[in-house]
């Protein structure tokens, strides 16, 4: 058996499906996908997990209706207005990854305020991914290794050494990622640091993926065999 896996990461997905089979704009599925976010947030803490990280917006998501992005960056504006007390009384430390020269100077702004406000909290560190991509990681990181290490530098470097150009320096590779919706892709997400996680997929629309689901995919975690390649 695995133990609690150390960094949880979730695709959240199927919003849009959520309202559709309810007769409703896509938004809101996104709104009840807020719920979703706060309940999983929980039960990660419960459980003991150390980082859980959500991939909120891609930079492909970009490409959405602009009414229906505007509205997924007012909700995130919301998000992050409303849950400070939660964070803080749970002693959970806030930061968002990803893009963010495409953010807006308000959203960044409250941003930095709340990675501010919980810097100090220990227990658990929740990664919101927005406007993020896997390649766009892995590009940024090649810029600015060459940038600061030069050409000749660059050659010294080992896999370790690239980690800490990434977004994630710091940041343990994800031992759990969940994919709800049933969707079975990676959506250009954490394309480098998933090289050894392993994966759950789950029909489960995100707005109905609750404290109940969260555990249930911790229990198919811990009843995988982690070889890494080697003979066991
Ligand atoms: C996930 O739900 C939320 C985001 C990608 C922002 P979707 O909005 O992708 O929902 P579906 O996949 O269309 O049902
Ligand atoms: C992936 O979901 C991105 C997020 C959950 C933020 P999408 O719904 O955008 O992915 P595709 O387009 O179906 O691959
Ligand atoms: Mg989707």
Redesign the pocket.
């Known amino acids: 058996m695995n133990a609690v896996p150390e960094h949880v990461s979730i695709i ?7 309202a559709k089979a309810r007769g409703r704009e ?1 938004v809101y ?2 709104v009840e ?1 807020v719920e979703s976010v706060r309940a999983c947030t929980e039960a990660a803490v419960e459980a003991g997990v150390k980082y859980l990280s959500l991939y ?2 891609s930079e492909e ?1 970009w490409n959405r209706p602009e009414a229906e992005v505007n509205r ?1 960056m007012e909700l995130m504006m919301e998000a992050i207005h409303n849950e400070v007390k939660t964070l803080l009384d749970n002693g959970v430390r806030f930061v968002v990854l990803g893009n963010r020269a495409r953010l807006s100077d308000k959203l960044n702004a409250a941003i930095d305020r709340l990675m501010e406000k919980t810097a100090g909290c220990t227990r658990m560190t929740l990664i919101v991914f927005l406007s993020y991509s896997g390649k766009w990681d892995i590009l940024q990181a090649m810029k600015r290794a060459a940038a600061e290490k030069g050409a000749e530098g660059i050659q010294d470097m080992d896999i370790a050494d690239f980690d800490q150009y990434l977004v994630t320096a710091g940041i343990p590779d994800p031992d759990l990622l969940i994919r709800t ?1 049933g969707e079975q892709r990676i959506s250009n997400y954490l394309l480098w640091q998933c090289a050894y996680t392993e994966f759950v997929f789950t029909n489960t629309l ?1 707005p109905d993926f609750r404290k109940p689901e969260f555990r249930a995919a911790l229990e198919t975690y811990a009843s995988r065999d982690r070889r890494y390649g080697k003979v066991k």
Do not use: P, V
Request: hydrophobic share 35%.
């Open positions: 959240m997905d199927g919003n849009g499906r959520w896509r599925g996104h996908g909120a917006f998501n997924l919706s995100w």
